[in-house]
């Protein structure tokens, strides 16, 4: 299976921060690379796919790039409903998600 | 509106079974992949299994593989996890999602489930 790691685990920042995570895979997805915000309690919810296209009703604050093995999700300005944990997942082959990035207040 | 609603979670022995079920409503549900994610507690996500629209084409993680079987009722617009042979080690928040196309792999998973909580405990 391919691994995929993220970088950092946790991450304190504040409202109107700029953030960026990075995930980083073991061998090329190409762009087969989405990302996730999840909140205890609630769905996990799609902000990006296909490394860098947005989904539909996430805002413009939230970019992604990379393709091959290295990829940025992108927070310019952190807004208060922004800290969750980040997930970074290949659909390459068998799917598989990075560990998870912890942002904080 | 897209809804993912998941049933069947509980407390089980240890090699025991549960067959967990996902009703779905606000899509053309026998278009899409559908797959099963679970949350182990204080860990992260991990992708379990998916099956395509047909029920052609379906997936499992190594974890589970023999141990768990994935299934659809394209009329009855459900999902369902079979799972045996069940360890401590699967306690989890299992959460269906549908997928945005047609396969198994390079997709995104675009609706999820609030999940439901499955204990294996003696």
């Known amino acids: 299976d391919i691994q995929l790691t993220q970088s950092p685990t946790s991450l304190s920042s504040s409202v109107g921060d700029r953030v960026t995570i990075t995930c980083r895979a073991s061998q090329s997805v190409a762009t087969y690379l989405n990302w996730y915000q999840h909140k205890t309690g609630k769905a996990p919810k799609l902000l990006i796919f296909g490394a860098v296209i947005l989904q539909s009703g996430v805002p413009s604050r939230f970019s992604g790039s990379g393709s091959g093995t290295d990829f940025t999700l992108s927070i310019s300005s952190l807004q208060p409903d922004d800290f969750a944990t980040y997930y970074c997942q290949q659909t390459y082959n068998t799917p598989t998600f990075g560990q998870g990035t912890r942002l904080e207040i | 509106e897209v809804q993912l609603v998941e049933s069947g979670g509980g407390l089980v022995q240890p090699g025991g079974s549960l067959r967990l079920s996902c009703a779905a409503s606000g899509f053309t549900f026998d278009t899409n992949v559908m797959h099963w994610v679970r949350q182990i507690p204080g860990k992260g996500l991990e992708w379990i299994s998916g099956m395509t629209w047909n029920s052609g084409g379906l997936g499992y993680a190594d974890s589970v593989r023999g141990r768990f079987t994935i299934s659809r009722d394209n009329v009855k617009k459900s999902l369902f996890l079979q799972m045996d042979r069940l360890r401590t080690e699967d306690t989890a928040v299992y959460y269906c999602?549908?997928?945005?196309?047609?396969?198994?792999?390079?997709?995104?998973?675009?609706?999820w489930g609030q999940g439901t909580m499955v204990t294996v405990s003696s």
């Open positions: 999602a549908k997928g945005m196309g047609v396969g198994l792999v390079e997709d995104a998973l675009d609706a």
